[in-house]
Every structure is written in structure tokens, then in C-alpha cells.
């Protein structure tokens, strides 16, 4: 496994959230990548680099589980946590089933937040550790 510090790609429409997000990430010693929707992530995608997806459920365009579906279909195995104001059981169970580490609602606090997303990166190297030759 590389010692390189994950990236976490955080995905939301929200100017102001992404970049109070990121100065947290940065604080906790993650790199961050921004994307204003899932279009955008779409556009430059995720390497092939450690991390995880912080990612909105509702935006314009393509919506948050709409996006997990295309990276699935992509086969892009960089676990999703999703961070919303618009969050329902439905929605959050649909994300579950579907593979998310997480499903958290705003506001969250940053202890809670930090902890979702140490999960996630412990199952992207769980992931990628497998993937690596017997």
C-alpha cells in the first residue's frame, strides 16, 4: 500500500460548504479535490490514487445517487459517503444498498464526519489490497 495521503473528492454544489469542508480535510491532513457538481467529476475522474467520494445527494444535473450509479457502472471502486440537507430513509437506504460507506445529514460534526470518512479509506485499502496479485 502507498503512503501517499488519500484524497478526498468532495462533490456538492454548495461554494461555501465545499470550501469550509475543505479547509477541515486539509486541517486533518487529507488532500481535497472539489468538483461544483457530478458533471464535473465525471469530466476529470477520480485516479487511481487512495481516497473516498463526499458527496451531495441533491444537485443540479446529475444527482448524487444518480453519480454513484455511473461510477459503479464505471467500475470506479473509490467508496461514496454522502453528505446532504435533503436526506430521507428512502434516499439513505437506496445509498446503502447501492454501496455507500455512509449517510450522513447536515450539519455534521466534524468527529463524525472525520470518522465516516477514516472508514472509507479503511475500505478503499481493504479494496485495493485484495485487488493486488497473490
Known amino acids: 500500500m502507498t503512503s501517499e495521503t488519500p484524497v478526498i473528492h ?20 487529507y488532500r481535497v479535490a472539489l468538483y461544483e457538481s457530478a458533471a464535473r467529476l465525471l469530466e476529470t475522474p477520480p485516479g487511481n490514487e487512495a481516497g473516498c467520494i463526499l458527496l451531495d445527494v441533491r444537485m443540479p444535473g446529475l444527482s448524487g445517487p444518480e453519480l454513484q450509479a455511473r461510477l459503479a457502472e464505471t467500475g470506479n471502486p ?12 428512502p434516499t439513505g437506504v437506496r445509498a ?6 455512509d449517510f450522513l445529514l447536515k450539519p455534521v460534526s466534524k468527529n463524525v464526519l472525520i470518522e465516516a470518512i477514516q472508514r472509507a479509506l479503511a475500505r478503499d485499502e481493504r479494496t485495493r489490497e485484495q485487488a493486488l496479485p497473490a
Not at 10 to 27: C, E, G, P, S, T
Not at 78 to 89: E, K, R, S
Open 96 to 101: 446503502i444498498k447501492a454501496g455507500a460507506e
Open 78 to 89: 473509490l467508496p461514496i459517503v454522502f453528505l446532504t440537507g435533503h436526506g430521507d430513509v
Open 10 to 29: 468532495v462533490v456538492d454544489d454548495d461554494a461555501a460548504f465545499r470550501a469550509a469542508v475543505a479547509r477541515l480535510l486539509h486541517a486533518s491532513g
